[in-house]
């Protein structure tokens, strides 16, 4: 089975602590990759291959498990509020948004979270990607066309609750209509 | 003598520089409005020459060059335009004595943002940082960092970055004592036989450089 996930994803999954180390991503690579991965996915879907269980509810998305041939655990995410959500994150994840955006913001302190006083604030358009590490203070927001894929190097545990079989049924055509979208998309545009 | 251009600038609101989610906001819209305002930016490079405070505060440091293209001292902002960068004195992290936002005109880079583990004041070291969220940022994406962060920005060549800086908040920014380029790779000095500098004043001939490059690259006029 081909690899599903851009060789970037590996290498943000990678990131040790040493500052010297930088994950060797060119702005090239870091811009061809949206159409592919949504035809990629859409595949998994469209076959079966992926599980409907095993969704979930977490940090205002559904997941929705896919089964790739990588290492690393991998999701479709797509967006069950348009809030703004605190996101614990416990192991390095990839999130590469496939369609709307993603508002992103990290702070210092969990006070800092609550108060919303971020000390970082990026808005991800489609096409467009970001690596979390474990101890990151983070929230996410979506719009109703977020979509994104979300690679992890451990499970995500701390579920919200199980998605029940109309649930997932709904998450699934959501996330299949604008990964449609997407593949038609030659190139991703920043937001 | 003409110094400053009158534009839509000129009337833009404050990006409310304390407030980095605010300021996400408000500087997003000014800097993309600028980066589409081909003949703004280009009469703010040519006005740069005209205008010693801009041309005093246009600099070469170790990191990259820059000119300063506005300064609204009445709204506590100042936009630049960073270009140039050393390739090899890019690993740095850092953080500065201000917020600012930024966004990407040409080229790009791997952004790392570090989390501190030893509180979030003061000098640190390289032991202190754990990588916290990293990006690709590339032409047309823009970011906010408050003045805490500790970051990396591992340019490509030609990158060349909108940048709007607010006031200063605190005494000293820092820098990993261990990892920072030796003083070889800084710039050298504007008087021939003095030592090299990590920051300074460009010189007349440094202006024109950068605004040559502007206009091989297309991106002024």
């Given at each position: 089975m081909e690899a599903v996930l851009p060789g970037f994803v590996g290498r943000l999954l990678a990131q040790s602590r040493d500052p010297s180390h930088i994950p060797d991503i060119t702005v090239l690579a870091a811009s061809d990759w949206l159409s592919p991965l949504a035809s990629r996915v859409l595949h998994l879907l469209d076959t079966g291959t992926y599980r409907a269980t095993g969704s979930f509810l977490a940090?205002?998305?559904?997941?929705?498990?896919?089964?790739?041939?990588?290492?690393?655990?991998?999701?479709?995410?797509?967006s069950d509020t348009r809030a703004l959500t605190f996101w614990p994150v416990h192991a390095p994840t990839a999130v590469l948004n496939m369609a709307g955006t993603t508002v992103m913001e990290m702070y210092r302190e969990p006070d800092d979270e609550q108060e919303g006083r971020p000390q970082y604030a990026r808005t991800l358009g489609t096409g467009e990607f970001f690596a979390a590490h474990p101890g990151a203070l983070c929230a996410t927001g979506g719009t109703v066309s977020t979509v994104q894929v979300l690679a992890t190097s451990e499970p995500v545990t701390d579920r919200e609750g199980l998605l029940s079989g109309e649930a997932y049924a709904a998450f699934a055509q959501r996330g299949r209509r604008y990964l449609e979208q997407a593949s038609?998309?030659?190139?991703?545009?920043?937001? | 003598m003409l110094t400053s251009t009158a534009s839509w600038l000129d009337a833009a609101p404050p990006p409310d520089l304390d407030d980095v989610r605010r300021m996400q906001r408000i500087s997003r819209a000014m800097l993309d409005r600028l980066a589409d305002d081909r003949p703004l930016l280009t009469q703010l490079v040519n006005d740069v020459l005209h205008d010693p405070d801009r041309l005093s505060a246009s600099r070469v440091t170790l990191l990259l060059n820059r000119l300063s293209l506005y300064q609204a001292q009445d709204r506590g902002f100042e936009i630049r335009l960073n270009m140039n960068p050393r390739p090899d004195n890019q690993l740095v992290p850092h953080d500065h004595c201000y917020a600012f936002a930024t966004r990407i005109l040409t080229g790009g880079y791997v952004h790392v943002v570090r989390r501190r583990t030893d509180g979030w004041t003061g000098p640190f070291t390289g032991a202190d940082l754990e990588p916290g969220i990293v990006t690709v940022e590339r032409p047309g994406s823009a970011y906010t960092l408050g003045d805490s962060i500790v970051h990396q920005a591992v340019m490509e060549p030609h990158t060349v970055t909108l940048f709007v800086r607010g006031p200063r908040r605190k005494k000293l920014s820092h820098a990993a004592e261990e990892l920072m380029p030796p003083p070889e790779s800084w710039p050298a000095a504007a008087t021939a036989g003095d030592a090299p500098e990590e920051s300074r004043p460009c010189t007349l001939a440094e202006y024109q450089s950068m605004r040559t490059y502007l206009i091989e690259r297309d991106l002024i006029g």
């Amino acid at each position: 089975m081909e690899a599903v996930l851009p060789g970037f994803v590996g290498r943000l999954l990678a990131q040790s602590r040493d500052p010297s180390h930088i994950p060797d991503i060119t702005v090239l690579a870091a811009s061809d990759w949206l159409s592919p991965l949504a035809s990629r996915v859409l595949h998994l879907l469209d076959t079966g291959t992926y599980r409907a269980t095993g969704s979930f509810l977490a940090h205002g998305y559904a997941y929705l498990p896919l089964k790739t041939p990588e290492e690393c655990t991998v999701y479709l995410r797509v967006s069950d509020t348009r809030a703004l959500t605190f996101w614990p994150v416990h192991a390095p994840t990839a999130v590469l948004n496939m369609a709307g955006t993603t508002v992103m913001e990290m702070y210092r302190e969990p006070d800092d979270e609550q108060e919303g006083r971020p000390q970082y604030a990026r808005t991800l358009g489609t096409g467009e990607f970001f690596a979390a590490h474990p101890g990151a203070l983070c929230a996410t927001g979506g719009t109703v066309s977020t979509v994104q894929v979300l690679a992890t190097s451990e499970p995500v545990t701390d579920r919200e609750g199980l998605l029940s079989g109309e649930a997932y049924a709904a998450f699934a055509q959501r996330g299949r209509r604008y990964l449609e979208q997407a593949s038609r998309t030659l190139v991703g545009a920043p937001c | 003598m003409l110094t400053s251009t009158a534009s839509w600038l000129d009337a833009a609101p404050p990006p409310d520089l304390d407030d980095v989610r605010r300021m996400q906001r408000i500087s997003r819209a000014m800097l993309d409005r600028l980066a589409d305002d081909r003949p703004l930016l280009t009469q703010l490079v040519n006005d740069v020459l005209h205008d010693p405070d801009r041309l005093s505060a246009s600099r070469v440091t170790l990191l990259l060059n820059r000119l300063s293209l506005y300064q609204a001292q009445d709204r506590g902002f100042e936009i630049r335009l960073n270009m140039n960068p050393r390739p090899d004195n890019q690993l740095v992290p850092h953080d500065h004595c201000y917020a600012f936002a930024t966004r990407i005109l040409t080229g790009g880079y791997v952004h790392v943002v570090r989390r501190r583990t030893d509180g979030w004041t003061g000098p640190f070291t390289g032991a202190d940082l754990e990588p916290g969220i990293v990006t690709v940022e590339r032409p047309g994406s823009a970011y906010t960092l408050g003045d805490s962060i500790v970051h990396q920005a591992v340019m490509e060549p030609h990158t060349v970055t909108l940048f709007v800086r607010g006031p200063r908040r605190k005494k000293l920014s820092h820098a990993a004592e261990e990892l920072m380029p030796p003083p070889e790779s800084w710039p050298a000095a504007a008087t021939a036989g003095d030592a090299p500098e990590e920051s300074r004043p460009c010189t007349l001939a440094e202006y024109q450089s950068m605004r040559t490059y502007l206009i091989e690259r297309d991106l002024i006029g």
